[in-house]
């Protein structure tokens, strides 16, 4: 299993499924900088669902993600 298939299974059981995600996120590949939200969200998400009894795994991986993107924003002024 690679390190991507291993991250992202927790999230879903289903090979269908982590493979439509890869095909996705490979075709909205725009650079690392671009994609560090994604990331911080993949990482918010896997965590709050080893830890965090529920689906909070879905708000935690948004809000992380949201502020990530908020965060890298360039500050004009």
């Known amino acids: 299993m690679s390190t991507s298939s291993h991250l992202i299974s927790p999230i879903s059981d289903e090979p269908k499924r982590r ?3 890869l095909v996705l996120l490979r075709g909205m590949w725009r650079g690392m900088r671009k994609s ?24 935690a991986g948004a809000l992380a993600g ?7 924003e360039p500050r004009h002024g």
Do not use: H, K, N, R
């Not at 939200?37 to 993949?42: D, K, R, T």
């Not at 949201?66 to 890298?72: D, E, F, K």
């Open 66 to 72: 949201l502020l990530a993107a908020v965060l890298m």
């Open 36 to 59: 560090l939200p994604w990331l911080v969200s993949l990482v918010a998400a896997v965590l709050t669902y080893l830890y965090v009894p529920g689906a909070w795994y879905v708000a």
């Open 19 to 21: 493979a439509i995600f």
